[in-house]
């Protein structure tokens, strides 16, 4: 969740009159904002979690979001890393016993992390409502899905999950049994193509799905071990090949992973962070290291618009994290621009076509929610949190009379959702990715 969400949600009528009379009361201490009852509350993807912190709260290009109209029940997107800059959130002995948060080697030297061994990953938490105690924050499309599907009690903690994958037929089983036979809806909000990057100096070469496949098995190739080397898939270099794979539980590496054929990982596979453009330059030869890759974050990172593919006129959104605020010089105050690149062309010696998967962005949701809450999102209003910003049907009691329809779809009184109208989908593409909205009921 951006800081703008945490900050400016903090003061109420409750707040104003405090200051008013000069009194100070004791706070509690949350890392982020505690969202009130009536909040609408998100967690999930980490490939998303940029895309709606931006419908939340507005982006880096001046364009605002849906609480910059200071309305008094707000989005809240709870980011799937506990750090802005979409990493993983390190402590000292993590799982190795060995590794520790790096700091660089000083300002302007970027996501330089100590890392022997596995990510020494935390659990990091956060609070669902104000007045409950913390709960681990879901890390990931899958993560985001179950936690949305195991929050079955009213009042709901949780009203929606992000998600870059399909839900599981284990997932839309849950849900149905969960919540009443209704189950899950979806909306679309947006394309992003899933390639595989590398370093743009590396020895790397256009791989199909078979080449990727039988890579991140880490057998049959010419190296040690019968790992793969570049000369193996038709690359000039006998070097051994760094396979990297996301997080187990993210909807990224859930893509991937059917997108090959749900291979065995081998002993060489790597783990990462999802959608980290800096993961190469954390193994021991990143020029022979490939990851799977966002292009909609690549995207982010270099200052691209997702809708049209050109530069946004600002450039990219991320900063060097080892620059404290404030900071002087060229380093610390241009953004982000890892030297890597997306594979998305070009044709592999064997296999066929390159890969690319030019994945669907979801919202999910229950589908009770759009007919069953009857509260509306704002005070004097008269639709409620899901019609106000994700999915606005022409049906259900009072919402079939003065209807709209635009494009293919149809939309009840009011009109489109927030996400659906023009400014939502300026957020959407300033996040990196192509605008789109469809709905998918029935999970």
């Given at each position: 969740?951006?800081?703008?969400?945490?900050?400016?949600?903090?003061?109420?009528?409750?707040?104003?009159?405090?200051?008013?009379?000069?009194?100070?009361?004791?706070?509690?201490?949350n890392a982020d904002y505690g969202p009130s009852g009536t909040d609408v509350v998100g967690v999930g993807s980490d490939t998303l979690q940029n895309m709606i912190d931006f419908v939340a709260d507005g982006d880096a290009l001046g364009d605002p979001g849906y609480n910059s109209a200071g309305a008094k029940n707000r989005l809240v997107n709870f980011d799937?890393?506990?750090?802005?800059?979409?990493?993983?959130?390190?402590?000292t002995g993590g799982q190795s016993g060995t590794c520790a948060p790096g700091t660089g080697a000083g300002a302007g030297s970027a996501f330089n992390l100590t890392n022997s061994a596995a990510p020494c990953i935390l659990n990091p938490t956060i609070v669902l409502r104000a007045g409950?105690?913390?709960?681990?924050?879901?890390?990931?499309?899958?993560?985001?899905?179950?936690?949305?599907?195991?929050?079955?009690?009213?009042?709901y903690k949780i009203n929606f999950a992000r998600s870059s994958s399909a839900a599981s037929a284990q997932n839309i089983s849950d849900a149905v049994t969960n919540f009443g036979g209704l189950g899950l809806d979806s909306v679309n909000l947006g394309t992003d193509p899933l390639a595989?990057?590398?370093?743009?100096?590396?020895?790397?070469?256009?791989?199909?799905?078979?080449?990727?496949?039988?890579?991140?098995?880490?057998?049959?190739?010419?190296?040690?071990?019968?790992?793969?080397?570049?000369?193996d898939v038709g690359g000039s270099s006998n070097n051994l090949i760094i396979p990297i794979v996301p997080q187990n539980g993210s909807g990224t590496f859930q893509s991937f992973m059917a997108d090959i054929g749900n291979p065995t990982l081998g002993s060489c596979v790597k783990v990462s962070e999802e959608n980290d453009p800096y993961a190469p330059f954390t193994?021991?030869?990143?020029?022979?290291?490939?990851?799977?890759?966002?292009?909609?974050?690549?995207?982010?990172?270099?200052?691209?618009?997702?809708?049209?593919?050109?530069?946004?006129?600002?450039?990219?959104?991320?900063?060097?994290?080892?620059?404290?605020?404030?900071?002087?010089?060229?380093?610390?105050?241009?953004?982000?621009?890892?030297?890597?690149?997306?594979?998305?062309?070009?044709t592999p010696s064997a296999g066929g076509s390159v890969y690319v998967?030019?994945?669907?962005?979801?919202?999910?949701?229950?589908?009770?929610?759009?007919?069953?809450?009857?509260?509306?999102?704002?005070p004097g209003g008269?639709?409620?949190?899901?019609?106000?910003?994700?999915?606005?049907?022409?049906?259900?009691?009072?919402?079939?009379?003065?209807?709209?329809?635009?494009?293919?779809?149809?939309?009840?009184?009011?009109?489109?959702?927030?996400?659906?109208?023009?400014?939502?989908?300026?957020?959407?593409?300033?996040?990196?990715?192509?605008?789109?909205?469809?709905?998918?009921?029935?999970?």
């Open positions: 969740m951006r800081n703008l969400t945490k900050a400016s949600a903090a003061l109420g009528a409750a707040g104003a009159l405090i200051f008013a009379l000069g009194v100070a009361l004791p706070t509690a201490a799937a890393s506990a750090d802005a800059n979409v990493r993983l959130a390190y402590g409950t105690s913390p709960v681990q924050r879901p890390n990931g499309s899958g993560a985001g899905r179950n936690a949305l599907i195991a929050d079955k009690t009213q009042p595989m990057m590398s370093t743009t100096t590396s020895h790397a070469v256009p791989l199909s799905t078979t080449q990727i496949a039988a890579i991140y098995t880490c057998t049959g190739g010419g190296g040690a071990g019968g790992q793969w080397r570049w000369s193994t021991t030869s990143p020029d022979d290291a490939i990851e799977p890759l966002s292009g909609a974050r690549l995207n982010l990172f270099d200052g691209i618009l997702g809708a049209t593919g050109l530069s946004n006129g600002v450039g990219g959104y991320f900063k060097d994290p080892s620059c404290p605020y404030g900071t002087a010089g060229t380093a610390c105050n241009t953004p982000l621009a890892p030297t890597v690149k997306l594979w998305t062309t070009g998967d030019n994945r669907t962005m979801r919202i999910y949701f229950r589908d009770s929610d759009v007919n069953g809450v009857t509260a509306p999102m704002q008269t639709n409620n949190w899901i019609r106000t910003l994700f999915y606005n049907p022409c049906s259900g009691t009072g919402h079939t009379t003065g209807c709209t329809t635009v494009g293919s779809n149809t939309y009840g009184p009011g009109g489109a959702p927030y996400v659906a109208k023009s400014a939502g989908q300026a957020l959407i593409s300033a996040a990196g990715f192509a605008p789109i909205y469809s709905v998918s009921l029935g999970s």
